[in-house]
């Protein structure tokens, strides 16, 4: 009992004798990475799993922005890093930016919504008949619904682009939608692509970072992101001039 008991002490200590190493190399303790609503998780948990198979000193913690709220978390200090960032990035030396690429997104509504039978390409005046639904900006300084709502048009206000998407499908509004996570519902018939008059239908997105506080574990998240090829997939643009997923 004393010797595993001795064994386990020994342990520990061997673990925290390699953490400190690590942190002393430059690893952070702790790395916060903002993740913008618009990108796919699901796509980090890869990257999740390699990283800790080599780097477990640095702990992980994920927060989540909506638009400009995104670059809030990285200009105000709450995240170390942000991925999926919409908008212009902030004009300052202190934060390092590199594109990832362009999110195309879609004018959707159910089969049931009355613009579903609407002659194409919606113009402004049609679509303000009818009410939207919009994702809230979380920027503490910005604007409180997306750039796409129209002046004077109703609209329901929610928390994440999953829930709007749940309520475009449910035919209660219309809107924009990122098109890989609209696609399935196109591709099965629930949701309906229409064309909009002036329509802009790509957002450049971009990877974050701070240049003041950025450490290995910062330059790790960073290098593996911009080299992922399913990322990459996401905001590619085919010859077509599509989303290339």
């Not at 200590?13 to 913008?36: P, S």
């Not at 390409?121 to 300084?141: C, E, F």
């Not at 206000?157 to 519902?185: H, M, N």
């Not at 974050?208 to 399913?230: F, K, P, V, Y």
């Amino acid at each position: 009992m004393l010797l595993e008991k001795g064994r386990e002490v020994l342990h520990t200590v061997r673990e925290l004798e390699k953490q400190a190493i690590k942190l002393h190399e430059g690893w952070e303790n702790e790395l916060v990475i903002g993740v913008d609503d618009t990108f796919p998780f699901s796509l980090l948990a890869p990257l999740i799993e390699a990283f800790y198979q080599h780097h477990s000193v640095t702990r992980l913690k994920f927060i989540n922005g909506v638009l400009g709220g995104s670059w809030d978390a990285l200009t105000q200090g709450r995240a170390d890093i942000i991925v999926g960032a919409m908008h212009e990035p902030p004009s300052s030396s202190e934060f390092g930016f590199s594109r990832l690429g362009d999110l195309e997104q879609v004018f959707a509504v159910a089969p049931h919504h009355p613009l579903a039978l609407e002659e194409e390409p919606l113009n402004r005046r049609i679509i303000k008949r009818y009410r939207a639904i919009v994702v809230g900006d979380t920027a503490q300084a910005g604007a409180s619904t997306a750039s796409q709502l129209l002046d004077e048009q109703e609209a329901i206000t929610v928390f994440d682009f999953k829930t709007k998407l749940e309520l475009q499908i449910s035919g209660l509004g219309c809107g924009y939608l990122p098109r890989y996570l609209a696609q399935r519902f196109l591709d099965s018939g629930a949701l309906i692509e229409k064309k909009v008059v002036a329509q802009t239908l790509f957002e450049p997105v971009w990877i974050g970072w701070n240049e003041q506080t950025a450490g290995l574990a910062s330059a790790w998240w960073r290098d593996e992101i911009l080299a992922n090829s399913a990322i990459a997939g996401v905001y590619a643009k085919s010859d077509d001039g599509k989303s290339a997923i």
